[in-house]
C-alpha cells in the first residue's frame, strides 16, 4: 500500500509526461537521507529512487536548502528526472538540463544544482519532510550523484558583502528582510569580470522561485549586468517585508554586448561550467530617507527661485539709483526725461532690465536725434555722412521698398537703417509668429510625448523588466511611479529660469511700448530695432526644453532620445536667427522658413538614431546635403538675399568667376561677410568630412554639435566685429558672457561624464553607472541640468543686453556685418 500510495503521489507532482514512466516502473527504492552526504546511486525505467529528508524549521529562522546532483551517465535522448517535493512547492528538472538560447540554440548541463525555498511556518518549531524522486525511461541505468546541503549565508544583512559563484544551471539566490525603520533599499549585485553575462532579480517570497535563465523574467524586477547591476527595493511593494535576490548566467552574451562565436557551437556537447562559471558580490544598504527628498527638493527650488530674487534686486536698485540721480540734478525731470532718456555709459534708458541693466550717469548726454557717433575710427572703413541715402518717409509703400532693394542692399557698406526700413507694425507681426508658431508646436509635440513617456514607465512598472530605461540606477530615486525622480527633478531650472527670462522680455516691450506711444526719438530712430517675438519664443524653447528633457528622463532609451533634443535645436537656431535680426531686422527669415528647416533637422535627428549607425548610403546623403545646404545659405547671407535660384545660377557663377578671378584679380567686396562665411563653410565642411569617416554613434549629439559651432562662430564673429567698429560692451553683458561661460566649461565637464549610454546594451550602459555626489540625491548628469538650464539663461541674457551701448545712436550710424 505504501508502494502504491508513493506512485499516485508521484502520478500527481510529475504530470502527464510522466506517466508512462510511472507505469513502467516496477521497484521503488525509498531511502531515509540526510544532509551534506553524497548518495551516488543509479535508476532505470524500472527502478525509482525517493530520498526522504527532515528538518527542523524556526519560525524566526530562515535556512536555505540547495540540491545538487550530477548526472554520471551522458543519455540525451533519455534524461534523468529529478522532482523535490516539499510543502507547498514541488521543484523538478531534468538532467542534461537544457536551456535555450539565441536562434533556438540548445545547450546541455550535466552538473545542476538549484536552491529549494522554505515554506512559511506559524508555529515555533516545526519539522518538515521533504522528497527527491529520481527516475528515467532508460532501459539501461544512469548512474547520478545526489547531495543536499543547508545554505549558510542564505539571509543577507543589512550593509554586508556576501561572494558567491554562479552558473546557468546552479543559480543562486537569497532571502533579505527589511529591518525595522527602514522602507527602502538598494540591492547591488557587482562582480570583477563581464562575461558571462548574467540577470539579477528581485522577487517575491514565493514558491518555486524562478530561477532559470528561459523563467527568470516571469516575476519581479530583473536587470542583466556584466559589472553592475543595481535595483531600488520599496517596502510597500513586498507584503511579507521580505523579498529574494536571484542571480542566474545566462546561457548566451548577445543580451550583454557579447558574441555568439564564444560559445561551442555543437548543440550535442554538454557546456564546460567552469568556463561559463562567475564570481559574484552582493550587498544590501538602505536607499535615502523622505528627509533626503526634501531637502533636494527645497535645494532645487532655492537654487532657480534665488534668479528671481536677484532680478528683484537688481530692478529695485536700478530704480533708486535712478531716482536718486534725479534728486542730485534737480535741472533733470521726470518730464524732460520722457521725450529725451539721458544717455550714459551704462545706457540707461527704455527696455532695459528691472529699470536699466546699467546705471544712470550723474551727467545727461544728448538726445539720441543730436547724438554724433561717425564711423569714421572704424578699422579700414572709409568715412561716411551717412550710410542711408533714402530715408523711410520717401516711399508711400512697401512695394516701393521692394523695388529698391537691389540699390540698397548692395551697397558696400550698409548701415542698420538701411535694413530698417519696413513697417514697425509688419515686423512686428512677422516677429510674433516665432512665439505663437513654437507654442503651438510645443502643445503638439509635448502631449504625445507626454503620453508615450507614461506608457513607457506603466511597462517597465508591470513587466519589472529594467532594461528597457537607461537610468543611473545606482543613483535613481524613485517617487510613487517615477523610477528615477531626481532626473525630472534637476530640469526644473530649465523651466523656472525660462519663465523668468518671458517675464524679463515682457518688461522690456512694455517699456518699449510706452516710448513709443510718447514719440520717444530714441525708441523710434536710435539704437537697434527692438523686436521681441524671437525673445518670446527661445524663453518658451527653454521651458519645453526642460519639459521634454524630464520627459525623456522618465525613461530614457534611444527610441525617445529626440525628445530630449528637439528643442535643443531650435534653441540653437533661434539664438543664430536673432543675432542675425538685430543688423538685419528686415530680411530675417520668416518664422514659416525657419521652423520648416528646423522640422529637416529634426527629421535628420529621427532617421540618423534609427538607421545611420552604420549605414554608409546614411552618411554619404547627409554629408552631400550638409554641404549644399552650407554653401546656399553663404550665398545668401553673402548677398543679402539678393540672388535668385533657378537653372541661370550655373551661368552666373561662372560669369563671377570669370570676371572676378580671370579678367581682373579683384577682392570680395564684402570683405567681413567673406571671412565669416569662409570659416563657416571651413567648419561646416570639416564636421561633414569627420561623420562621414568616424560615423559617431550619437547621431543626435553629432547634428547638436553642428549646431552649437555655428552658433559660437557667429557670436564670436559678431562680438569681434562689434569692437572693430568702435561699439563697446558696456559691463551687465560683459559679466553675463564671462559668467556663462564659465558655467558652460563646468556643465559640460559634467556632462562628458557619461553615466550610461543607449548606444550599448543596458548590461555595458550600467558598467559606467556611478553614486550620487550631491546631497546623496544627484548624480553628474543632474548637475548638468542645473548647470546647462544656468548657462542658456546667460546666454539669453547676453544677446538681450549685447547692444545696449547703441539705445542712444542713430541706425544710420550702426554698421550692419
Known amino acids: ?22 507505469l513502467a516502473a516496477k521497484n521503488i527504492s525509498q531511502k531515509e537521507a540526510e544532509f551534506d552526504k553524497t548518495y551516488t546511486d543509479a535508476v532505470n525505467s524500472e527502478l525509482l529512487n525517493i530520498y526522504t529528508f527532515n528538518h527542523t524549521v524556526i519560525r524566526n529562522r530562515t535556512e536555505g536548502v540547495r540540491v545538487t546532483v550530477n548526472v554520471l551517465s551522458e543519455q540525451k535522448e533519455t534524461p534523468v528526472l529529478f522532482v523535490m517535493r516539499q510543502k ?65 549565508n542564505f539571509v543577507l544583512r543589512t550593509n554586508e558583502r556576501f561572494s558567491f559563484n554562479a552558473t546557468a544551471a546552479q543559480p543562486q539566490y537569497f532571502k533579505y528582510m527589511f529591518p525595522e525603520g527602514v522602507d527602502s533599499v538598494i540591492v547591488k549585485v557587482t562582480s570583477g569580470m563581464a562575461f558571462p553575462c548574467s540577470v539579477m532579480s528581485i522577487q517575491d517570497i514565493l514558491c518555486p522561485v524562478y530561477d532559470l535563465d528561459n523563467n527568470v523574467a516571469f516575476i519581479g524586477m530583473y536587470q542583466t ?33 557579447g558574441s555568439l562565436h564564444y560559445y561551442p557551437l555543437s548543440t550535442d556537447e554538454p557546456v564546460d561550467e567552469g568556463s561559463r562559471q562567475k564570481a559574484l558580490d552582493v550587498v544590501v544598504s538602505p536607499a535615502i530617507t523622505a528627509t533626503v527628498y526634501i531637502r533636494a527638493t527645497l535645494f532645487c527650488l532655492g537654487i532657480f527661485l534665488s534668479f528671481y530674487l536677484l532680478t528683484l534686486f537688481i530692478a529695485c536698485w536700478e530704480t533708486w539709483r535712478f531716482l ?32 536699466g541693466l546699467g546705471l544712470p550717469g550723474l551727467t545727461p548726454a544728448p538726445p539720441c536725434a543730436l547724438a554724433d557717433r561717425s564711423l569714421e575710427n572704424m578699422a ?65 509635440y509635448a502631449l504625445p510625448v507626454i503620453q508615450l513617456v507614461i506608457t513607457y514607465q506603466t511597462v517597465v512598472n508591470v513587466t519589472g523588466n529594467q532594461d528597457i530605461c537607461y537610468y543611473n540606477f545606482l543613483c535613481a530615486h524613485p517617487l510613487g511611479n517615477l523610477s528615477a525622480f531626481n532626473n525630472i527633478l534637476s530640469n526644473l531650472g530649465y523651466v523656472l529660469l525660462g519663465l523668468l527670462f518671458l517675464l524679463i522680455i515682457l518688461q522690456r516691450e512694455i517699456s518699449y511700448n510706452r516710448a513709443l506711444m510718447r514719440n520717444d526719438m530714441q525708441a523710434l530712430e536710435c539704437g537697434i530695432p527692438k523686436h521681441f517675438g524671437l525673445f518670446y519664443a527661445m524663453g518658451t524653447a527653454l521651458m519645453m526644453e526642460g519639459l521634454l528633457s524630464a520627459c525623456y528622463h522618465v525613461c530614457p532609451n534611444y527610441t525617445n532620445f529626440q525628445f530630449d533634443t528637439s528643442f535643443m535645436y531650435m534653441i540653437a537656431g533661434l539664438c543664430m536667427l536673432k543675432l542675425y535680426q538685430k543688423r538685419h531686422p528686415d530680411i530675417n527669415a520668416s518664422a514659416y522658413s525657419a521652423y520648416a528647416c528646423l522640422a529637416i533637422v529634426i527629421f535628420f535627428s529621427v532617421v540618423g538614431v534609427v538607421f545611420g549607425k552604420e549605414n554608409t548610403v546614411f552618411w554619404i546623403v ?59 563653410n571651413i567648419i561646416n565642411w570639416s564636421l561633414a568630412a569627420y561623420g562621414l569617416v568616424v560615423r559617431p554613434n550619437d547621431f543626435a549629439s553629432y547634428l547638436l554639435a553642428i549646431g552649437i559651432c555655428n552658433l559660437l562662430l557667429y557670436f564670436a564673429f559678431y562680438i569681434i566685429m562689434k569692437l572693430r567698429s568702435s561699439e563697446r560692451i558696456k559691463l551687465i553683458p560683459l559679466l553675463c558672457i564671462i559668467c ?8 559640460l565637464f559634467f556632462f562628458f561624464q557619461g553615466l550610461s549610454t543607449w548606444q550599448k546594451t543596458p548590461a555595458e550602459s550600467r558598467q559606467h553607472n556611478r553614486d550620487c555626489i550631491l546631497l546623496s540625491f544627484f548624480d553628474d548628469h543632474d548637475i548638468w541640468h542645473f548647470l546647462s538650464s544656468i548657462a542658456m539663461f546667460g546666454s539669453f541674457l547676453v544677446l538681450l543686453t549685447l547692444d545696449d551701448d547703441l539705445d542712444c545712436v542713430q541706425r544710420d550710424k550702426i554698421y550692419v556685418f
Request: hydrophobic share 40%.
Open 88 to 152: 507547498e512547492a514541488v521543484v523538478s528538472f531534468q538532467v542534461p538540463l537544457i536551456l535555450r538560447g539565441l536562434y533556438q540554440r540548445k545547450y546541455l548541463y550535466q552538473d545542476v544544482s538549484r536552491t529549494l525555498c522554505q515554506p512559511q511556518t506559524k508555529s515555533e518549531l516545526e519539522t518538515q519532510f521533504f522528497y527527491v524522486d529520481v527516475s528515467t525511461l532508460s532501459a539501461r541505468n544512469a548512474s547520478y550523484q545526489l547531495r543536499v546541503t543547508r545554505v549558510e
Open 380 to 444: 579700414s572703413r572709409p568715412r561716411l555722412d551717412s550710410l542711408s541715402s533714402v530715408e523711410e518717409d520717401d516711399y508711400d509703400t512697401l512695394a516701393d521698398i521692394e523695388s529698391d532693394k537691389n540699390v540698397i542692399r548692395t551697397k558696400q557698406y550698409l548701415s542698420v537703417a538701411d535694413l530698417a526700413r519696413k513697417d514697425k507694425r509688419v515686423l512686428r507681426k512677422k516677429y510674433q509668429i516665432y512665439f505663437w508658431n513654437i507654442a503651438t508646436i510645443a502643445v503638439f
Open 225 to 257: 549586468m556584466t559589472k553592475k547591476a543595481a535595483i531600488t527595493v520599496q517596502k510597500k511593494d513586498f507584503p511579507s517585508n521580505s523579498f529574494y535576490v536571484v542571480v542566474v548566467v545566462k546561457t548566451e552574451d548577445q543580451a550583454c554586448g
Open 324 to 355: 536718486w540721480c534725479l534728486a542730485g540734478h534737480p535741472h533733470i525731470t521726470p518730464d524732460s526725461l520722457l521725450g529725451h532718456p539721458p544717455y550714459d555709459g551704462y545706457g540707461h534708458g527704455y527696455g532695459s532690465f528691472g529699470g
Open 740 to 747: 556663462t561661460s564659465v558655467v558652460w566649461g563646468f556643465a
Open 622 to 680: 547627409f554629408s552631400i546635403i550638409h554641404i549644399i545646404a552650407t554653401l546656399l545659405l553663404s550665398t545668401q547671407l553673402y548677398y543679402m538675399g539678393r540672388w535668385k535660384l533657378d537653372s541661370g545660377i550655373p551661368r552666373r557663377i561662372l560669369h563671377v568667376l570669370y570676371t572676378d578671378c580671370v579678367r581682373q584679380c579683384s577682392g570680395p567686396m564684402y570683405v567681413d561677410r567673406m571671412v565669416l562665411l569662409v570659416m563657416g
Open 1 to 22: 500500500m505504501l508502494a502504491l500510495g508513493l506512485c499516485l503521489v508521484f502520478l500527481a507532482v510529475s504530470g502527464a509526461g510522466a506517466f508512462p514512466e510511472a
